[in-house]
């Protein structure tokens, strides 16, 4: 991966899900969990109800980009599930500065697209044709740190 060649950014964000490159993104949203709580009320204890921690939850990310040469590789990489579902899949999303150097990265487990959302072509709008992907998966391994690295 290279430098970011367009001076106005800041920070992209790159998608890989195990052997496929599936470039860069300029908005990654919705990267999240939180842990179900079953209450448990006690007999005679009139001041609180026990919250007790159950199972985790995800939250489904999405990541947006203007369509580019890439965007074909979505496409296909989406109808191969039609084929065969597979929550083997590993996505790696790395935030990068303009410099190339990582500021983060997540690894997200147990990857399957669930939206892909093409571009609305109107000639009467100079709106920029986007894409967007949205993904699920079972966990997400800590957000790490890359000081100096080189996406």
Same mark, same amino acid.
């Given at each position: ?12 964000? !790159? ?6 490159? *599936?470039? /860069?993104?300029?908005?990654? %949203? ?9 209450? =448990? +009320? +006690?007999?005679?204890?009139?001041? /609180?109800? !026990? @919250? ?13 980009? $203007? ?16 084929? &065969?579902? %597979? =929550? &083997?899949?590993?996505?790696?999303? &790395? ?5 190339? &150097?990582?500021?983060? @990265? /997540? ?7 669930? =939206? ?7 000639? %009467?709008? $100079? #709106?920029? *044709?986007? %894409?967007?992907? +949205? ?6 391994? +800590?957000?790490?740190? #890359? ?5």
């Amino acid at each position: 991966m290279t430098a970011i060649a367009d001076p106005a950014v800041s920070i992209m964000f !790159h998608l890989s899900v195990d052997n496929l490159n *599936a470039g /860069w993104w300029n908005s990654f %949203e919705g990267l999240g969990m939180e842990t179900a709580v079953e209450q =448990r +009320e +006690e007999g005679g204890n009139n001041l /609180w109800v !026990h @919250q007790l921690p159950t199972r985790l939850k995800f939250t489904n990310v999405k990541l947006s980009r $203007p369509i580019n040469a890439d965007s074909q590789q979505i496409a296909v990489w989406f109808m191969s599930i039609v084929k &065969k579902v %597979e =929550r &083997k899949n590993t996505a790696s999303i &790395k935030a990068v500065d303009g410099d190339g &150097k990582i500021i983060a @990265q /997540w690894d997200l487990r147990g990857v399957v697209p669930v =939206r892909w959302t093409g571009p609305s072509f109107n000639v %009467e709008s $100079p #709106k920029m *044709a986007t %894409e967007t992907l +949205e993904l699920a998966y079972h966990g997400f391994m +800590e957000p790490v740190a #890359k000081n100096g690295g080189k996406a």
